[in-house]
């Protein structure tokens, strides 16, 4: 029996070592893809350091032009991190406006309203969306750029020249500033000065608090300085507008609020009112005044929301 039960506890404390090898073996990769970037994973597939950069900025829309690129539109897009092409995004967007403006017209928009609807749904459609990713990713942006000076302060402590701190970021950050600043030494690394490739990565990313690195870089290489000083007092003014603006936005949340609820209700109400009396609006769909007044509708309740967020916004 003694026998036994040291085979019993032999046998849990095997089964207890391999289930924690397997949680590590799974729990590591994990954190490594978590923790790698788009850059590294491109030079992962055996590519070289000039095929990584070209293949970010084709991803970017900064390689080529297109007629299906206007100026403003590819800078919105290039800001976004969107990696699809931007032909192939406005066709999906235009698909769907079109999609949109066929099932008004099924349910009663006169066809040639509902055409002239579709140019005006797809152009909104594609901003909207390209609008939502760059906050999105400027979000993200603003919350590691204080890392990424801090991580740069101590390259430079440590006695590594400017592009090599860059570089550090590039390799131990993810994304999306991981990336960024992957570009940024590749371009240095190709041949570019180190300032023109810090405004090219503003143009890249357009946040507010960029600028305010790339001048920092620029004075220092014009007339010298103490950039490690430098950099570390704009690590602790970045972070703390940081927790301003969280601040406002926290205080702002009453007006952002109101907003969102008068923009709900009505289209809550409508939907009740579908589905518990179906019959309701039947005798009035096929009236094209009721597709104009409920236009009108919708576009005075978007004024009212515009004149709310504006008022609960503030600008640094």
Request: glycine letters at 8%; a positive charge; zero cysteines.
């Amino acid at each position: 029996m003694t026998g036994l039960y040291v085979i019993y506890a032999f046998a849990a404390i095997t089964g207890i070592m391999v289930a924690e090898a397997v949680y590590m073996l799974f729990a590591g990769r994990g954190e490594r893809r978590e923790a790698i970037n788009r850059r590294m994973r491109l030079q992962d597939k055996k590519l070289t350091q000039e095929q990584v950069l070209i293949q970010l900025r084709k991803e970017r829309g900064i390689e080529g032009s297109s007629i299906f690129s206007p100026s403003r539109l590819r800078a919105l897009r290039t800001q976004s991190g969107l990696t699809m092409p931007l032909p192939k995004f406005l066709a999906a967007t235009s698909g769907t406006a079109f999609g949109i403006a066929m099932v008004a017209s099924w349910y009663g928009l006169p066809f040639l309203l509902a055409l002239g609807l579709f140019p005006v749904l797809a152009v909104a459609l594609s901003v909207i969306v390209l609008r939502y990713l760059r906050n999105s990713r400027h979000k993200r942006f603003g919350i590691q750029l204080p890392e990424a000076l801090e991580l740069i302060t101590r390259g430079l402590k440590a006695g590594h020249p400017v592009p090599v701190a860059v570089a550090m970021v590039a390799r131990e950050m993810p994304d999306p500033i991981g990336t960024e600043f992957g570009v940024v030494a590749d371009e240095v690394t190709y041949g570019s000065d180190l300032v023109s490739a810090l405004h090219n990565l503003n143009e890249r990313v357009g946040h507010d608090d960029l600028p305010l690195f790339v001048t920092a870089v620029s004075i220092q290489s014009s007339s010298g300085g103490n950039l490690r000083e430098i950099l570390d007092g704009l690590s602790t003014t970045i972070r703390e507008r940081g927790k301003l603006k969280r601040k406002v936005r926290a205080i702002s949340t009453e007006g952002r609020m109101s907003a969102y609820i008068l923009t709900a209700v009505p289209a809550l109400l409508f939907v009740g009112i579908m589905v518990l009396m179906p019959s309701f609006y039947e005798s009035v769909w096929d009236e094209p005044k009721t597709w104009y007044l409920l236009g009108a509708s919708i576009a005075w309740l978007m004024v009212g929301n515009a004149m709310m967020f504006k008022m609960s916004n503030f600008r640094f």
